[in-house]
């Protein structure tokens, strides 16, 4: 019909009429003929399964038409000390930020919001989590993290919440969640298991101005994280200078000899040097140890001939040593058998069992005394 302006508004649907830019009316589901001589109707379609309601005249049209939208539009204002969750039918929908004007279609779907207010307590409490964060299925994730710190602290680690600089609090295992609005929130884990650290390839000149690499491991653990957290920047920079500037301190002091001759003293005074300096700053020392000590290639070479010269003349002292007790204990037994004519006549058969023992064969003449008498003969007069 000529100056009338059809317009079909589906089940799912509701339309904003306005004319000459006023707010007439909402449409309901339905077919509609309305006058339109000018062309100074507009209207604005929204699906009302989605719930969201969106329009540059939002917060006028609540303030103006509140009466007119009645209680099919709802709408929720978020002030700069609050947080807003939507939940559609009962299920997470949303977070509404500080300063954040929301309008919603209450019709298709139920809409709920909850208003925490967060200028003080800005945790966000154990039971909200999973719905925020551990639910993979309402699709929050992305929209979620920008929004809050939410951290996991492992077994055996120490969380250390952090505050606008400002450590506020210790976290034990577990997980947690924080509102990141109107302050600026950081979580470190800190690992307080037993730690290993390797000091490798240092080179140092000894007091005999030798040059050593030296290659060295140590073992620690958090002792108090809250220390830990305050006095140091990054505490494994700082065991690992300290470790340095003992080992050159101790290795500096003493001569070559004195550290091949007893490395354990390396790892007790350099042990001894950092625990009491590493505990004031919360870290626990429990081992060290030197693991390699490398010489340059002459003085490895050297020092060679030397082992090999002082092992020469400890071979040459224990064979004199031996010599000297075989001519002591063959000057006893000769002692002992002077005189005796039995215990000679029983060290001459004791040799003669020797002798023919590395014999194939051999040729006797005058029978068994010819043996006896003829083969071994240690003193002029053999008694018959």
């Not at 109707?41 to 969106?54: C, G, M, P, Q, W």
């Amino acid at each position: 019909m000529f100056g009338f302006k059809k317009i079909n508004v589906a089940d799912n649907e509701r339309v904003l009429l306005f004319r000459k830019n006023r707010f007439e009316k909402i449409l309901t589901p339905g077919d509609y003929s309305v006058l339109d001589l000018s062309d100074q109707v507009s209207v604005f379609r929204y699906d009302i399964t989605k719930a969201e309601l969106n329009h540059h005249l939002g917060r006028f049209l609540i303030t103006a038409y509140q009466k007119s939208l009645g209680e099919d539009v709802i709408s929720f204002d978020i002030k700069e000390h609050q947080v807003g969750i939507v939940y559609l039918d009962g299920k997470v929908f949303d977070i509404l930020p500080p300063n954040t004007f929301k309008i919603y279609w209450n019709i298709a779907v139920k809409v709920e919001v909850t208003i925490i207010d967060i200028s003080e307590n800005f945790n966000i409490e154990h039971k909200l989590l999973g719905p925020l964060i551990l639910n993979e299925n309402n699709g929050m994730g992305i929209k979620v993290l920008k929004k809050i710190s939410y951290v996991e602290v492992p077994d055996n680690h120490m969380g250390l919440l952090t505050i606008d600089g400002k450590l506020s609090k210790l976290l034990k295992p577990g997980n947690y969640g924080y509102w990141m609005f109107n302050r600026n929130i950081k979580v470190q884990n800190l690992d307080c298991r037993l730690q290993t650290m390797e000091i490798s390839g240092q080179e140092i000149l000894t007091k005999d101005r030798v040059s050593l690499r030296i290659n060295l491991s140590a073992s620690y653990k958090i002792a108090d994280t809250e220390k830990v957290a305050t006095l140091l920047k990054n505490h494994t920079e700082f065991l690992y200078r300290e470790f340095q500037l003992a080992l050159r301190k101790v290795v500096g002091t003493r001569t070559l000899d004195s550290i091949l001759e007893d490395k354990d003293v390396v790892n007790q005074v350099v042990e001894e040097r950092i625990k009491s300096k590493a505990l004031n700053y919360g870290l626990d020392i429990l081992d060290v140890g030197v693991k390699d000590i490398i010489l340059p290639g002459d003085m490895k070479s050297i020092l060679n001939q030397v082992v090999e010269a002082q092992k020469c003349a400890e071979a040459n002292l224990i064979k004199r040593r031996e010599e000297t007790q075989a001519t002591r204990s063959l000057h006893n037994t000769a002692k002992v058998m002077e005189g005796n004519e039995t215990l000679m006549r029983l060290k001459e058969l004791e040799v003669l069992e020797r002798v023919t023992g590395k014999i194939d064969h051999m040729t006797v003449y005058n029978g068994l005394e010819g043996v006896m008498k003829d083969m071994v003969k240690i003193t002029g007069n053999i008694p018959s």
